[in-house]
Nanobody, 128 residues
Framework: VQLQASGGGLVQAGDSLRLSCAAFGGTFSSYTIAWFRQAPGKNREFVAA????????LYANFVEGRTTTSRDNAKNTVTLQMNSLKPEDTAVYYC??????????????????????WGQGTQVTVSS
């Protein structure tokens, strides 16, 4: 499966952004999809994940309560709705896919090495 992330941009602190991840090829509903981000000089870090059915989600502590991920398997898309953005949210955001139909999402879903397919990333910049 090939992934393409979009929706990034320059916003002010407190604003919202909706990122999208479009998938091409493969059986989209067979994949767990995750969002990661990477700021300059920092390691790639987990943001959120959603299981194949969309019924289970997992979030990093730093976005819990202000971020929601969802998917539409009929449209082969996953979205990441981010609210109350902070300057420290500035990073390149990536979507990634793991060929898994696991019902539950655990710590395993937070590791980049778990994901075989990656999109190209979309830049999110939050000004103070």
């Amino acid at each position: 499966v090939q992934l393409q992330a979009s929706g990034g941009g320059l916003v002010q602190a407190g604003d919202s952004l909706r990122l999208s991840c479009a998938a091409f090829g493969g059986t989209f509903s067979s994949y767990t999809i995750a969002w990661f981000r990477q700021a300059p000089g920092k390691n790639r870090e987990f943001v959120a994940a959603i299981n194949w059915s969309g019924r289970r989600t997992l979030y990093a502590n730093f976005v819990e309560g202000r971020t929601t991920t969802s998917r539409d398997n009929a449209k082969n898309t996953v979205t990441l709705q981010m609210n109350s953005l902070k300057p420290e949210d500035t990073a390149v955001y990536y979507c990634a896919a793991d060929h898994s139909t696991a019902q539950m999402l655990g710590d395993w879903a937070k590791y980049p090495a778990k994901y075989e397919h990656w999109g190209q990333g979309t830049q999110v910049t939050v000004s103070s």
